[in-house]
């Protein structure tokens, strides 16, 4: 089953308007990474979060880390219409293994 | 430096038959993975290779298989191709070491297999 459930599916916002984006998932990780996939294309990494941190920024970014609530999630200030794509958590789901886990994803959509 | 290369971009096969899926990593990364990506199930991984040796699988049936060479490039083969197996197959590399769930992925474009 998917380590990672993101929330909502899909996303629809106005050019300027922060996007907010959940990611859930289910056993004991050492770190949380974001990436986003322009459509059909390869993923390019956004953001990664260690199990030891809590919040952590880049750019216009901002990744919230809960383990006892096994969730993240990724904050994008000031969207512009190049911002959108599908964003998806990845964990690395048992400890010890090069094994990533991604979430179904949010189709964020910036209307211009 | 050169990005992760994927080969062919675009493929198209028939039932039954079998199809073979190349991936170039970034120079110096040892470890690549395959993920298939499909609207309804999402990226799936497939297996993850580090130094020719396989580490991870996925739970995929073994018509699935996947190999790793000295120069870290990697194929991915698929045998008796069913309707199901369309799908963007993406390859990723990284360097493979240090702590677990480190490693951040660099992803090819993909290749996007249909089967009729």
């Known amino acids: 089953s998917q380590q990672g459930e993101e929330d909502p599916q899909a996303l629809s916002i106005q050019e300027g308007e922060n996007a907010t984006m959940n990611c859930s998932y289910k056993?004991?990780?050492?770190?949380l990474q974001w990436y986003r996939q322009n459509s059909g294309r390869g993923l390019v990494h956004l953001i990664l979060?260690?199990?030891?941190?809590r919040e952590k920024h880049s750019g216009r970014l901002r990744v919230t880390l809960d383990t006892s609530k096994k969730s993240s999630s990724l904050l994008i200030t000031a969207s512009r219409a190049a911002d959108t794509a599908s964003y998806f958590c990845?964990?690395?789901?048992?400890?010890?293994?090069?094994?990533?886990?991604f979430g179904t994803g949010t189709r964020l959509k910036v209307l211009a | 430096k050169a990005g992760v290369t994927q080969t062919p971009r675009y493929l198209i096969k028939t039932r039954g038959q079998q199809v073979t899926l190349s991936c170039s990593p970034i120079?110096?990364?040892?470890?690549v993975s395959w993920y298939q990506q499909t609207p309804g199930q999402g990226l799936q991984f497939l297996f993850e290779?580090?130094?020719?040796?396989?580490?991870n699988k996925g739970n995929f049936p073994g018509r699935f298989s996947g190999r790793q060479f000295s120069n870290s490039r990697s194929e991915m083969n698929v045998s008796t191709l069913e309707l199901g197996d369309s799908a963007l197959y993406l390859c990723?590399?990284?360097?493979?070491?240090?702590?677990?769930?480190?490693?951040?992925?660099?992803f090819g474009a993909g290749s996007r297999l249909t089967v009729l």
């Open positions: 990723a590399s990284s360097s493979g070491q240090g702590a677990s769930g480190a490693n951040v992925l660099t």
């Open positions: 056993t004991s990780i050492n770190n």
């Open positions: 979060i260690r199990s030891n941190e």
């Open positions: 990845a964990t690395d789901g048992t400890s010890g293994t090069y094994k990533y886990i």
């Open positions: 120079s110096g990364h040892r470890s």
């Open positions: 290779y580090f130094s020719e040796t396989q580490r």
